[in-house]
Each structure stands twice: as C-alpha cells, then as structure tokens.
C-alpha cells in the first residue's frame, strides 16, 4: 500500500524561488573564497545604496517613542493620507482614502490581489518572462495563461499578443518598468492593452465576473532619463474600476528589508484584500509605517534621495549596458538592450553550442550561466527563471548590490570568458 502524502496538495506542488537558488549557490562560492560579483538578486546592498536617512531616523524615533504594536489592517491613516497625497502629486492619480491598502511590501498586496480575484480554476493572463505570476498562480491553483514576449517588444506584451487570451480570464497582471527586463510600456501599447480590457469588460456585461487588471509599477520612481513612466488609470480613466495597482517604497528607496507597500484598487476589492492581510498578518511593521508616513510627506526628502537614486543607479545601468555593447561591437556573441528602468540590464549571450577552454560543451542558458559564474565569478539569472522558455540566450543582470567598479571587473572578466568559447 503506497504511504499517503504527509502534506497538502499545494505544498506538495510548491516550488521555492529559483532566483534564491542561485544566490545560495553565489554564496556557498563567496564563502569558499571565491571572487563573485553578484549580478542575481533583485535587492540591494546597503553598502551601495542606503535608506533615506530620515526613514532610517523615523524608524528609530517611531519604536523610542512606543510605535510598537499591531497597527489597524489596513495600514496607519496617516500614511493611507500620505500615499494618496503622494500619487495626486506625483502621478496626478485621484483616488478616495478607502481605495488605499498598506501592507507588508508589494507581496502580500499581489496575494491578496489574487485572493480577493481569482479562484481556484480561474485563468490568469500574464507575459514571460515575468516575476513571480507563476507561483501565485500556483497558490492559488488557478490557470496561468502565458504570452511569450521577445526583444522585438522590449518582452512586454502588445494588445494584439492578448486579444486571444482575455476571453473569460478573470485577471491579467502586468509590471513595468519590467523585471527582468528594465523596459517599460509606452503609453501607446499600454492603452491598446486597457482598451481591450475595457472592451472585454463591455463584451460581459453585469451576468459575467469582470477581468481585472493588476498593474504592478513598484519600479515607477526608478525610470531613467528617457523613459517615461506610465500607468492604465491616467490613460484610460474608464479602466479604474477594473484595476489593482501595486507598489512600495522597497526599490525606490532601496528599502526593501523594511515591508511597506500597498495597493490601490476599488473599496469593494480593497475590503476582502484587507481581509486577507489581516488574517495573515501581512501588515507593514508599525514603525515603519509612521516613519514612512513622515518621509513620504517630506517631499524635499524624497526629491533630493531620489536625485541621487536614479544618479547612482543610471550609473551601474549606462556601465553594464556599454560594456555589453562594446562586446558586441567588437564581434563577441553578446547583446543588451538599453535599459529604461528598474535595476536590471537584459543580456543575451549566445555561447550555447560553444566549447569553452576546459573543454565543456555549453548545451544549455543553465550551462552557461554556471560557465559564467566559475569561469568568469559574474552571477547572472537566466531568463527561464522568470517562467521564459528554457535556451534563448537572454539574462537578467541586477546592479543593486555592486558598484561602478564592480561591474567593470565583471564586464572584463565576461569578456575573457566569452572569448575563451569556441563555436563548433
Ligand atoms: C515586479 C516586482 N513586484 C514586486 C516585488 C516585491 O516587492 P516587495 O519586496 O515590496 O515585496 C518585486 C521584488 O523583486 C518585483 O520585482
């Protein structure tokens, strides 16, 4: 008699993040003295870029002061306030106080979007490559329904791409600027696509359940210089009943160990996401939340932080890409794509079917990242970790945790270690 499972259908299909994987791995190598640099996670090095001051002061004023108990579910007041001051400032967004939801950074607000949305056999309608839509998809046990977007649209889906897959989903979950990719959406693109969820939405009537979109635009504040942000509501007020928007202070202010974000979506969609949060704890520290309330009402504050982010950050991004590019000028079998925003840098190196020095055949993106990490101590993320078709080439490059310098050191050794790959 074969011994039944000791755990739940779910957990028995749960897989952990890829990503943390790799960077186990980058570690046990640092560990056995080994030179990398880390080009995987999606984080940063507080070494490189550090919290705003005043939130770091906040925080530290907040639990001297007794900030130290559960906050309401729903998030601090004056912080809802803040952050519903923050978007009618800086993105011209208009929304009542009860559409605003703080939670414990942008996860448990994606979580509870898919709760409150999504059942189990619902279809979900997203693009690779992708962060993370499959596992929440694999939690809930509802249907992922995936577009393979490629270079030629900078990975983000077109309408067209979606026209055939809208029918009777009950959600579709975008994110720009992208991970993995550091593109953004234009505006033309972006209404195209709430058009068709507008006229999806006409198409059903009050008799069938709605398609939702949850737009997830945490790396908003981090565009580069010639990239313009854009979001579905501005473009397409008509959407706004059908749209769940997601973000936090994790990226823009390098702050993503301190769990503030929230979401913003209609109160008849807020009320059970709050629900869910509340259940499961998932609240922002109360700390944090009083100290982000002051510093996102400082604008002064935000203002000059954020003049020396997008700085610093421009500046890892220009000096991956360039390299990249000068690679690839030079006849080595490289590519990138000009990064818009976010912390990432898309990279394609085309060394499958290669030979390398020692002799190894790379037959697959995993062979060559490995190749990569030993041969040249440069971590990478391969693209079919965010849910992308395994062998294309393309991988993400994060800058969030290295410096200028670094990433010098890394384009120097990639080039050896590319050139050292031999063609059959
Ligand atoms: C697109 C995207 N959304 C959400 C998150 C999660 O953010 P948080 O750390 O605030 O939960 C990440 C983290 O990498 C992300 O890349």
Redesign the pocket.
């Known amino acids: 008699m074969s011994a039944s499972p000791r755990l739940s259908t779910l957990a028995e299909g749960l897989r952990g993040s890829s990503i943390l994987g790799i960077a186990a791995e980058v570690r046990s190598l640092v560990k056995t003295g080994h030179d990398v640099v880390d080009l995987t996670v999606?984080?940063f090095s507080s070494k490189q870029f550090r919290i705003p001051q005043e939130l770091e002061d906040g925080i530290v004023d907040a639990l001297r002061s007794g900030e130290s108990t559960y906050p309401p579910p729903n998030g601090l007041e004056t912080l809802r306030q803040t952050i519903r001051d923050f978007y009618v400032r800086r993105l011209a967004l208009t929304f009542p106080l009860e559409s605003v939801l703080v939670t414990?950074?942008?996860?448990?607000a994606?979580y509870a979007t898919y709760r409150a949305l999504v059942d189990p056999g619902d279809r979900v309608v997203f693009a690779t490559p992708?962060?993370?839509n499959d596992y929440y998809c694999a939690m809930l046990g509802a249907v992922p329904v995936t577009v393979a977007c490629d270079a030629s649209t900078g990975f983000l889906p077109t309408a067209d791409q979606l026209r055939p897959l809208v029918r009777g989903a009950r959600l579709l979950a975008l994110?720009s600027p992208?991970?993995p990719t550091g593109t953004v959406f234009d505006a033309e693109q972006l209404l195209a696509i709430c058009d068709l969820i507008v006229d999806e939405n006409d198409r059903r009537g009050a008799a069938e359940r709605p398609l939702y979109l949850m737009y997830?635009q945490?790396?908003w504040m981090l565009t580069t210089r010639d990239a313009q942000h854009v979001d579905p509501i501005t473009l397409c007020p008509e959407i706004a009943p059908y749209v769940v928007l997601?973000d936090?202070?994790?990226?823009a202010f390098a702050a993503?160990g301190l769990?503030v974000?929230w979401a913003i979506a209609p109160a008849d969609v807020i009320k059970p996401m709050n629900d869910v949060v509340g259940h499961t704890g998932a609240w922002a520290p109360r700390a944090e939340q009083v100290a982000a309330a002051r510093f996102l009402a400082d604008h002064e504050s935000v203002d000059r932080y954020m003049d020396n982010m997008r700085r610093e950050s421009a500046a890892r991004l220009d000096a991956a890409y360039r390299g990249l590019v000068t690679m690839c000028a030079d006849g080595l079998p490289v590519e990138a794509i000009r990064p818009q925003g976010?912390i990432y840098v898309s990279a394609r190196f085309h060394l499958r079917g290669t030979t390398t020095a020692d002799g190894e055949r790379l037959a697959t993106d995993e062979d060559v990242r490995r190749y990569l990490l030993h041969a040249a101590g440069v971590a990478i993320v391969p693209f079919s970790a965010f849910g992308a078709a395994a062998d294309h080439g393309w991988f993400r490059l994060s800058i969030g945790a290295v410096s200028v310098a670094q990433i010098e050191t890394a384009l120097r050794s990639l080039r050896v270690a590319i050139s050292d790959c031999v063609a059959d």
């Open positions: 999606g984080d414990a950074g942008a996860r448990p994606i992708s962060w993370n994110n992208l991970n997830d945490v790396y997601v936090a202070i994790s990226k993503t769990r974000g976010a």
